[in-house]
């Protein structure tokens, strides 16, 4: 007691009391999520977006996925406060680092969380931040989005085997392939075996076509508080039946 007291005195509030707590409540087939666990975030942590756009949607279905929307992933900044790296947030057309606190509280809509099942190195912190830094301002690759709806996206063909690749020094991004490749980077990914522009953000939350459960634990939904006030649209993302 007397020691939080001094620290007070000395140097104001403590990091834990400056954070608006935040939780994690683990997905069901059957039934809505109901036990939570105070979320923690790492270097490392996949998020996954979903404002529920039904236009947006529609186009995704269009291409052969769906939702989560959208995708990012938590980097430790050199000063050890967190961020997310993204592309193309609010249809804002450039690669962006964001606090990750006011990001994920100002966020309307749905969020998962992926977690690494073992914690980055400090070293693999290092590279993603490095990455990261170097990838702020760059443009979101509008022509490479266009050309996912037509039978001449890397994913569609039959030569997505050959096709499929993790490039790590693009010049334009798209969201998913930012995100994948920013763990190419820190080393959590083989670059063979997860090529960044056949993966859209659904790949990345659910294990359908790659498989990234021997990396990341399941999907949870990311909520402000302990206990959810209501279930519906704009709180859990739907797993679909493909």
């Known amino acids: ?39 923690r975030a790492r270097a490392g942590d996949i998020l996954l977006f979903d404002d529920h756009s039904p236009l947006t949607a529609k186009i995704y279905r269009m291409v052969g996925t769906d939702g989560p929307l959208h995708a990012a992933v938590v980097f430790r900044k050199k000063d050890g406060s967190l961020a997310t790296l993204e592309a193309g947030t609010n249809a804002v057309m450039k690669v962006f680092n964001f606090d990750l606190e006011p990001r994920l509280h100002g966020f309307d809509g749905t969020i998962l ?20 830094v170097a990838q702020e301002g760059k443009r979101y690759a509008i022509g490479r989005l266009a050309l996912q709806g037509t039978p001449l996206r890397p994913r569609g063909s039959l030569l997505a085997p050959i096709l499929g690749r ?46 990234l459960s021997p990396q990341y634990q399941a999907p949870a939904m990311w909520y402000p508080r302990a206990e959810l006030e209501y279930m519906g649209k704009g709180v859990r993302v739907g797993r679909s039946d493909k």
């Open 166 to 211: 993790t490039i790590v020094d693009r010049e334009r991004w798209i969201c998913s392939e930012l995100v994948v490749a920013s763990l190419v980077v820190a080393g959590v990914f083989n670059g063979d075996e997860y090529p960044a522009n056949l993966m859209y953000p659904r790949d990345l939350c659910y294990d359908e076509r790659f498989d």
């Open 113 to 132: 969380v992926r977690r690494l099942h073992q914690p980055m190195t400090g070293d693999q912190e290092r590279r993603m931040a490095d990455f990261a």
């Open 1 to 39: 007691m007397l020691s939080t007291v001094l620290a007070l005195a000395f140097f104001g509030p403590l990091p834990e009391t400056l954070e608006r707590p935040s939780y994690l409540f683990k997905m069901t087939e059957t039934t809505p999520p109901q036990r939570s666990e105070r979320y």
